[in-house]
């Protein structure tokens, strides 16, 4: 087993190949991404005593890397690739080419050592993860039908639409079921799902959602959790102007799952969200704007709780 040390290795990971680059040296290495190249890789890191591995996520090639890499012993971490990107600007790297990009996912996950340090994405939550991804595209498709059918169309249409509507229902509901099982089975995310759903407003989905998609709940700090799903307010000041802030980054796909859940929790059913959201009503706050703010302080409150590995017991007043 390969040791864990503080030497850092950066993989730019691409359909046929790899490139790696080693933080701090001249030590870099190009490989196919075949079972020939992933054994040369590892042999490779094992030469040089790498420990951890910062990835960024690549459409799902990752994933088989990631557990190679996991089963040699190196702790791997898989990073947004905007964020590498905006790094890579601030540093005044423009260019992109696989070695600069090797070097600077390296440079990045030493600058960025607690993005997710720790998180090991275990296989009963990379299966999880595909469930939910695969229901929420089916669920795009329905309400991509159900929107046409605001407008006339030829009846055959009609009649096509409501077949494959009929179909992505019963896909879905199949999906629901699966994903419940596949939490059930796994102590681990069954814990953070009872924790998840005894918030008032968050349903199976929605914790189905935050286990896959948001794995550093409960480990890092709020402000970080806060930036990781895209709901921290960012200044736009310039000398003496001072701009509307606003968010950016983050798990859009994520963001888009909880906002129906985030509406109902703010508006109906959520004791702490509830008075929260009418305040900032009060102030004037109006658009997307105060469920934003309701969505980062339910973010911070989850992000306690699981840290705490503790159920819903909001304090009889609410701090704003």
């Keep these: 087993m390969m040791p864990h040390q503080r030497r850092l290795v950066g993989i730019d990971?691409?359909?046929?190949?790899?490139?790696?680059?080693?933080?701090?040296?001249?030590?870099?290495?190009?490989?196919?991404?075949?079972?020939?190249?992933?054994?040369?890789?590892?042999?490779?890191?094992?030469?040089?005593?790498?420990?951890?591995?910062?990835t960024e996520a690549s459409g799902g090639y990752e994933r088989r890397w990631a557990e190679a890499l996991r089963r040699a012993g190196l702790v791997v971490r898989t990073?947004?690739?905007?964020?590498?990107?905006?790094?890579?600007?601030?540093?005044?790297?423009?260019?992109?080419?696989?070695?600069?990009?090797?070097?600077?996912?390296?440079?990045?996950?030493?600058?960025?050592?607690?993005?997710?340090?720790?998180?090991?994405?275990?296989?009963?939550?990379?299966?999880?993860?595909?469930?939910?991804?695969?229901?929420?595209?089916?669920?795009?498709?329905?309400?991509?039908?159900?929107?046409?059918?605001?407008?006339?169309?030829?009846?055959?249409v009609t009649k096509a639409q409501a077949a494959i509507r009929k179909i992505l229902r019963a896909q879905i509901k199949t999906l629901d079921k699966a994903i419940a099982a596949a939490i059930a089975e796994d102590p681990a995310m069954a814990r953070r799902a009872e924790i998840i759903t005894s918030v008032p407003g968050l349903g199976p989905q929605a914790a189905a959602g935050l286990i896959a998609w948001l794995p550093e709940l409960g480990q890092v700090d709020d402000k970080a959790i806060a930036a990781l799903v895209g709901v921290a307010p960012y200044d736009d000041d310039s000398g003496e102007r001072r701009g509307q802030r606003h968010i950016r980054g983050?798990?859009?796909?994520?963001?888009?799952?909880?906002?129906?859940?985030?509406?109902?929790?703010?508006?109906?059913?959520?004791?702490?969200l509830k008075p929260y959201y009418q305040r900032l009503l009060a102030k004037g706050k109006d658009g997307k704007v105060p469920l934003i703010a309701c969505m980062n302080k339910l973010m911070r409150i989850l992000n306690t709780m699981l840290a705490r590995d503790e159920t819903w017991n909001p304090p009889t007043r609410a701090a704003a």
């Design 79 to 156: 990073v947004d690739p905007k964020r590498v990107r905006y790094f890579a600007k601030s540093a005044g790297r423009l260019a992109k080419n696989d070695p600069i990009d090797a070097a600077m996912i390296a440079w990045f996950g030493v600058t960025f050592p607690a993005a997710n340090a720790g998180l090991t994405p275990e296989p009963a939550r990379q299966k999880l993860d595909q469930l939910v991804t695969a229901r929420a595209t089916l669920r795009e498709l329905e309400t991509a039908l159900t929107n046409r059918e605001e407008h006339k169309q030829p009846a055959l």
């Design 13 to 54: 990971i691409s359909k046929r190949k790899i490139d790696a680059c080693i933080h701090g040296e001249a030590e870099r290495r190009t490989v196919p991404s075949t079972p020939a190249g992933e054994a040369e890789l590892i042999a490779w890191l094992r030469a040089h005593e790498v420990g951890e591995a910062v």
């Design 250 to 272: 983050g798990r859009e796909k994520l963001r888009s799952l909880l906002y129906m859940p985030i509406v109902a929790a703010s508006t109906q059913c959520n004791p702490v």
